[in-house]
């Protein structure tokens, strides 16, 4: 089992910068990608970035592409999302995930493959 807690989240204004942290313990030997997801209020929960755990491979939803950036430090086991240039419509609560299976990259990961789930952190955007 892999239990992850996230952190970072806040009230930020239109065109600033955030960046979410997410660390994770556990058989973290075994996991093969981790991703961050997000749920705004009224909404499902949406994908917004995935990166491999031993690899260079990383995939974006097309709304945060060019903005947000995933990236990871296995020496500390946590992963990070650069949020840059935030709209009011990126408010939402950002989950981090982690799946054991292998993530090859360049493909949208669908929310069943990620077994352990962080219990979310607030991201506001004031506009």
């Known amino acids: 089992q892999v239990q992850l807690v996230e952190s970072g989240g806040g009230l930020v204004q239109a065109g600033d910068s955030l960046r979410l942290s997410c660390a994770a313990s556990g058989r973290t030997f075994s996991i093969g990608g981790m991703g961050w997801f997000r749920q705004a209020p009224g909404k499902e929960r949406e994908f917004v970035a995935v990166?491999?755990?031993?690899?260079?491979?990383?995939h974006y939803a097309d709304s945060v592409k060019g903005r947000f950036t995933i990236s990871r430090d296995n020496a500390k086991n946590t992963v990070y999302l650069q949020m840059n240039s935030l709209k009011a419509e990126d408010t939402a609560v950002y989950y981090c995930a982690a799946r054991l299976t292998y993530y090859s990259g360049n493909y949208v990961p669908s929310e069943a493959t990620f077994g352990s789930w962080g219990q979310g952190t607030q991201v506001t955007v004031s506009s």
């Open positions: 990166i491999q755990w031993n690899g260079p491979m990383t």
